[in-house]
C-alpha cells in the first residue's frame, strides 16, 4: 500500500563500528503514521553536508561516537537547516550540555530506555521542523503575493494612496508621488486631510468616504500638492472593509487630468469664439445704428456752431455799432444781422440742436446699456460653481443673443420662480446662448428670403428639485434620421463657416457635468424645443451607498 | 430756395431706426429735396404706391422684411426712382443682387455727411 503522509528523510550519520544507532522503533512508528521514511546512512560530515544540499532533509541523527565529524555537523547544521540529534550512548550529562551548547535540537542518551525515547524525539523534531517550514511557505507565499500587489501598484498608471481612519496614507505608488510631487517617504504617514476638493463645492472626498462610507467614481476634484499649487485629478475613492466588515481605511485612485482638461477647455474656448464670431456681428450691428446717427449729429452740431458763431460776429458788429452811436452803420449791421439770422434760420437751429443732442443722448445711452449686458454675459468666470439665479442667466443671454435675431424673431420669455442652483453660470450661459442661436438658424432657414417673423419661446420653470429650462422656436425642425446624432461632436447639418459641429455636444458634456439632462422634441416644418434640467445640488457622478 | 415743393426731389427713406431717420434728414436738410421718412415697411410701400418719388434710400436690415426685398417691391412699383442701400455691412449683400436690382449705390454706416451728399446729388442729376 502506498503511503498516504509525507515523505521523510533521515540522515544517520555514525561511526561503521560498533554498534550502529538503532532506528528501528523510529521508522516503524513513523511508518505506522503513514509517513514514508528513507535513512540514509552515513559516516562523516562533509557526506551530511553534500546530502543536505541535495535533498530536503527533516533530521539528522549524530552517533556521538563520530567525534570532531560530529562536533562538524553541528556547526554546519546546528543553527539552521533540519534539526540535528545526537545520540550518545555514554550519557554523561555534560556531553548532552555541549551537545545542546553546539545546537543540537534533542540529545539522547544511551541506556534502557533509548529505544522507547529515541521514537518520541524524532517525531517531535520532525513535527516541529515541518511546521517551521510550513510557515515558511506561508510567508514565501504572503511574500511572494505582496510583490505582485506591489508590482501591480507601482506600475498601474493611475495614481494610488491608501489611508486609514486617520486620513494618513499607509501606501502609495509613483504616479502618486508624481502628482503630487512628493516622495513616498513623505508621503508615508502624513495626513490627507484637505487634499482632495472637489471641484465646484470644495468638499473633502476623501474625509467624506471615510466618514459617510460613500464612493466616488470619476469625480472631477483638485489635488493640493506639496507647493500649493492645486492640479485637477479625476478620483475614485471608495471605504476598505477587513474581513470581519469593520472599515479600516479608504484608497483613492486618482489621475492627473491636467492635460484633459486643457483640451477640454480649448474645446469650450473654440466653441464660445465661433458662438462669439455669430454673436459680434449681431451685437456690432446694434452699436453700429446709434454710433451712424450719433457720429452723423456731431457733424451736424458742429456746423450748427459754425453757423452761431457767424450770428453772434454779426451780434458783436451790431454792438459795437451801438457803441459808436452812428444810426446809419447801426441800421446796416441790423440789416445784416437780420439777413445772417433768417439764413442760418436760428429758431430751427436751436429747436433742431436740442432734437440732436437729446436723439444721441438716447443712443449713446443704447450702447452703453449693450455694453452693460457684454458685461454682464461674460461676467468673469472663477472655475468654481457659484449659487446662481438661472433667470438671470437665461436673460443677460438673451439679451446679448437679440440684436442678431430681431428682424426675424418674437422672442417670449417666461420666467417662474425657480430656485437658485448651484452651477458654473459661463457654462450654461453658452449652453443657452447655442440653443438660442440655433433657434435663430433654424427660423432664418425656414423664412428664407420668404419674409415674414418666426417665434421663439425662453421659459424657466421649477421642477423636481431643480430648474427646467425650454427653448422653442418655430425653425425647420430637425430630420428624424438625424435626431439621435445631433450631441455627436461635430455632426453639424449647417453650412461650412456657419456651424462647428461642437455646439450641441459641448452644450451636452456642459449640462452633464452639472448633473443635469438635455431632451429634443422636434418636428420637420413645425419647429424644435429643447428642454435642459439642472439638479440644484449639481452633484456629478457621486455613486452614494 | 425759389423751388417749390412740388419741384424739389422727391427722396424716400426708410430705417426702422428713428435716430437714423432725423439724422439723414439733418443732414440732407439743406439740399433741396422733399425729404419722406418711414420707419415701417409697409408706410414706405403705401407712399410709393401713392405717389411717385425719385430716390429711395433704405437701410438693409430690418424686421419683416430686409432692404433688398423692399427695394425689389418697390421697383416693381417705380421702376425709375434711383434705387440706394445703406447698411453697416455692405460687404454681406452679395454684388449679383445689387447689379440684378439696379442699385445705384451702397451707402456704408456711419456714412460720411459730404460723401453722402455727393453720391445723392450725382444719382439725382442722372436722368
Known sequence: MEPAGP???????????????????????????????????????????????????DLIVVDRRLGRDCESILETHGDSGPPVVVVDAEGSAEAALDAF????????????????????????????????????????LIRELERVHQNIIHNMNSALLVVDMEGRITACNPPAEQILSRPESELRGAHVWGWFKRTGDGQDLVAKTLRDDVRFKGAESLITRADGTLVPIGISCAPIFDAAGSKHGAVAIFQDLSEITQLRNQM????????????????????????????????QMAEYLADLRRVWSDVEGLQKSIARGDAEE?????????????????????????????????????????????????????GQRVVTDINQCLDSTANIVWPM?????????????????????????QVFMNLLVNAFQAIE??????????????????????VVVSVGDTGVGIDPKHLDRIFDPFFTTKKVGIGTGLGLSTSFNIIRRHGGTITVESRVGEGTTFRVFLPISGDDDVDAN | MTRTEENLPRLLILDDEAGILSSLR???????????????????????????????????????????????????????????????WPEAIPPSEIAELGIRALITKPWDDAKLKATLRAVLSEP
Open chain 1, 268 to 299: 469650450l474656448q473654440n466653441e464660445k469664439m465661433a458662438s462669439i464670431g455669430q454673436l459680434a456681428a449681431g451685437v456690432a450691428h446694434e452699436i453700429n445704428n446709434p454710433m451712424g446717427f450719433i457720429h452723423a449729429n456731431l457733424f
Open chain 1, 101 to 140: 551548547r553546539r545546537g543540537a535540537a534533542d540529545c539522547v542518551s544511551g541506556g534502557a530506555q533509548y529505544a522507547d525515547v529515541l521514537p518520541v524525539v524524532v517525531m517531535e523534531q520532525i513535527r516541529r521542523w515541518r511546521a517551521v517550514q510550513e510557515r515558511g511557505s506561508a510567508a514565501r
Open chain 2, 26 to 88: 439733418r443732414a440732407l436738410r439743406r439740399e433741396g429735396y422733399e425729404i419722406l421718412t418711414f420707419e415701417r415697411v409697409e408706410d414706405a410701400l403705401r407712399e410709393i404706391e401713392l405717389r411717385p418719388v425719385d430716390a429711395i434710400l433704405t437701410d438693409h436690415k430690418m424686421p419683416g422684411m430686409s432692404g433688398m426685398q423692399f427695394l425689389k417691391s418697390a421697383a416693381e412699383l417705380r421702376p425709375n426712382a434711383a434705387r440706394l442701400l445703406i447698411t453697416g
Open chain 1, 330 to 382: 447801426i441800421r446796416r449791421t441790423a440789416e445784416k444781422l437780420a439777413a445772417m439770422a433768417e439764413d442760418v434760420d436760428v429758431p430751427y437751429l436751436l429747436t433742431d440742436l436740442a432734437t440732436a443732442i437729446r436723439e444721441s443722448q438716447e443712443g449713446s445711452e443704447r450702447i452703453r446699456h449693450i455694453v452693460q449686458d457684454l458685461r454682464d454675459f461674460s461676467h468673469h468666470e472663477t
Open chain 1, 445 to 466: 432657414e425656414r423664412l428664407g428670403e420668404s419674409g415674414g417673423t418666426g417665434r421663439i419661446d425662453l421659459t424657466s420653470e421649477a421642477q423636481d428639485d431643480g
Open chain 1, 405 to 429: 435675431m430681431k428682424h426675424l424673431v418674437v422672442l417670449e420669455k417666461k420666467y417662474r420662480d425657480v430656485p437658485r442652483i448651484s452651477c458654473f453660470p459661463m457654462q450654461l450661459k
Open chain 1, 7 to 57: 515523505a521523510i528523510h533521515i540522515i544517520v550519520a555514525e561511526p561503521a563500528q560498533p554498534a550502529p544507532v538503532d532506528l528501528l522503533g523510529t521508522v516503524a512508528a513513523l511508518e505506522g503514521l503513514g509517513c514514508e521514511v528513507r535513512v540514509a546512512v552515513v559516516a562523516d560530515a562533509e557526506t551530511v553536508r553534500a546530502d543536505c544540499r541535495d535533498a530536503e532533509v
